[in-house]
């Protein structure tokens, strides 16, 4: 007799003591709870999904360019003070383009500004700002070819690409010099003395020595005090879930435990932050950690002379003004923000680097420019650090005006 498999559960449920109707609502009622516990799942999951999206979109916003942390998210009447000739909807334009920047992946440096082609900011995909009389990649050995590295500030977020400090040096050198001059802008946001450092290096061992190679610095070395690059702890956790298992990387990246953790760890990181925020404010240790972050700066300076004096480069370190340094805040339309909280390293950083200054210890590449705002009665600053056209215009020529008194530009004169 052939065997039957609609037998065998029928006599499995009869040996249980269970009628077949009895099984049979359970068999349903069970059917319908796991059904709806997995409907329910994947709900929670996509809702999940959704927010944490949701959340991402704006972080990346923000972050873009720190306008939710150091200024207006758009259009302000403030603003009108230090965008002359341009009308309210020029302005909200740049700052839009300025939102929609974002970083990708670059060796050695961790990151640079992904490519953008807008009608006030473009970043060419070799990972320079486009500038005034913008020349193409790769430079011409023939020009005298000047590198400027820096942050954001360099970059020159929240200005138009003709209103940056390396575009308005190229300006400056093509009308006061018989120079022909190409200006390349390696300006990139959160950038300090390190990664400009691995930068250099890079395009020097891809080929690209420059004639001079300009350092701008001073803000980011105390807003990164540790001197870990801004997406360290994304990568971090890259490499962390790497080592996991595949049953624990599935689990961990299920919507629904991305978002329980990343409250977790948002309680725990607002909780860190605070502790930092408190032990930064300490005198004592304050002081050791502004010492900690301009022995940095000076290692990364003396290493970075050393390999442009191999290459023939000639370097130049500039340290940049601060909103908080020398700069009558009356005149500050941002001056509510929050700096001794935000950048509590600042105004004594900026002391200590003044002092030092002094001493003349820096050397001869070395050019102050921090308190070029003192006697300016004027609007100065786009958002809460940020520097305008103007003052982007006023520390290109302070570093014209020391090269030329140098002698650096006078080859073809």
């Not at 923000?62 to 200024?71: E, K, P, Q």
Request: glycine share 6%; hydrophobic share 40%; charged share 25%.
């Amino acid at each position: 007799m052939p065997f039957s498999f609609m037998k065998f559960p029928e006599k499995f449920v009869r040996s249980l003591g269970v009628s077949l109707s009895k099984a049979a609502t359970y068999y349903r009622t069970f059917s319908v709870i796991i059904v709806n516990a997995l409907l329910l799942f994947l709900l929670l999951n996509l809702l999940a999904q959704g927010y944490l999206d949701f959340k991402s979109a704006r972080q990346k916003s923000a972050a873009s360019s720190d306008v939710a942390t150091y200024g207006h998210r758009g259009y302000d009447p403030s603003l009108a003070s230090v965008y002359p000739g341009m009308d309210k909807s020029q302005i909200s334009e740049l700052i839009k383009e300025t939102r929609k920047l974002s970083h990708e992946y670059d060796s050695y440096t961790q990151f640079k500004e992904r490519f953008a082609n807008g009608k006030y900011v473009k970043v060419d995909p070799n990972g320079f700002r486009n500038g005034v009389k913008q020349l193409p990649w790769p430079p011409d050995p023939e020009a005298l070819n000047i590198f400027v590295f820096g942050g954001s500030t360099t970059f020159g977020y929240r200005v138009a690409d003709d209103d940056t400090i390396p575009s308005h040096l190229q300006d400056l050198i093509g009308k006061e010099t018989d120079l022909s001059a190409a200006v390349y802008n390696f300006g990139r946001g959160g950038y300090m003395s390190s990664q400009e450092r691995a930068l250099f290096e890079k395009l020097i061992v891809q080929g690209h020595a420059p004639n001079i190679a300009i350092f701008i610095d001073g803000l980011n070395e105390f807003a990164l005090p540790e001197g870990e690059p801004l997406h360290t702890a994304d990568l971090k956790k890259l490499m962390d879930n790497a080592d996991s298992s595949t049953w624990d990387t599935v689990i961990h990246e299920l919507p629904v435990m991305r978002l329980l953790l990343s409250f977790t760890r948002g309680t725990a990181a607002s909780g860190a932050e605070q502790e930092n925020a408190k032990d930064l404010n300490r005198i004592q240790y304050k002081d050791k950690v502004v010492k900690a972050v301009l022995e940095r700066y000076r290692t990364n300076k003396k290493m970075t002379s050393a390999v442009a004096k191999t290459f023939n480069v000639t370097s130049v370190f500039v340290w940049q003004p601060v909103p908080t340094y020398e700069y009558d805040q009356e005149y500050n339309i941002f001056g509510k923000f929050d700096y001794d909280n935000k950048a509590p390293l600042l105004r004594a950083g900026y002391s200590v680097m003044a002092a030092e200054f002094q001493t003349g210890s820096l050397g001869n590449n070395f050019i102050w420019l921090a308190d070029i705002q003192r006697d300016l009665k004027k609007p100065l600053y786009v958002d809460a650090v940020h520097y305008s056209g103007e003052m982007c215009n006023l520390i290109a020529r302070g570093i014209f005006s020391d090269l030329r008194q140098k002698g650096i530009f006078s080859r073809g004169e």
